[in-house]
């Protein structure tokens, strides 16, 4: 799942929320219309999170076909729902690769188990280092499959 700005006229009017694998796609959040929870000036369309975005993660989660699971993001608003947060423990305790993003203002005991599990390496994105994020994501990912294919990676 992913969660970008909605702009209307260059103004942001709030964010949505897509599940990449089937396009789906809905409201997050919203400044237009009172529909949950506010974050700031926007309301938290929990039908929205947990019908596209816990799906997606869910969905995900399931597939065998399915290798890596990516949640963009855990933040305030995501952190909201007690089924994003469920999807997201699922998620950690999957034998999957999980990549996600969490917000640098984001507090919640999951930040905490997240940033405290062994397996979890984290990655600080940087004006500097963004560009070539990808580049270093896949680097890593190539060496979680070669780990678990018992390939040696080099790596000690």
Do not use: C
């Not at 969660?3 to 396009?23: H, K, Q, S, Y």
């Amino acid at each position: 799942m992913v969660t970008r700005e909605a702009r209307d006229g260059g103004v942001r009017i709030g964010f949505n929320v897509t599940d990449v694998l089937t396009g789906r796609e809905g409201w997050l959040a919203t400044a237009r219309e009172p529909i949950g929870p506010r974050v700031g000036k926007y309301s938290v369309d929990l039908e929205g999170l947990e019908g596209i975005g816990v799906q997606a993660i869910t969905s995900a989660l399931q597939d065998p076909k399915t290798e890596v699971v990516v949640i963009d993001e855990v933040g305030p608003m995501e952190l909201l729902s007690a089924a994003f947060k469920r999807a997201v423990r699922q998620g950690m305790a999957s034998t999957k690769i999980l990549i996600g993003t969490i917000h640098y203002r984001a507090t919640d005991p999951l930040i905490w188990e997240i940033k405290s599990t062994r397996e979890v390496k984290i990655i600080t994105v940087t004006k500097d280092n963004r560009l070539a994020l990808h580049m270093r994501l896949m680097k890593e990912i190539t060496s979680q499959e070669d780990l678990a294919e018992g390939v040696p990676t080099g790596r000690t």
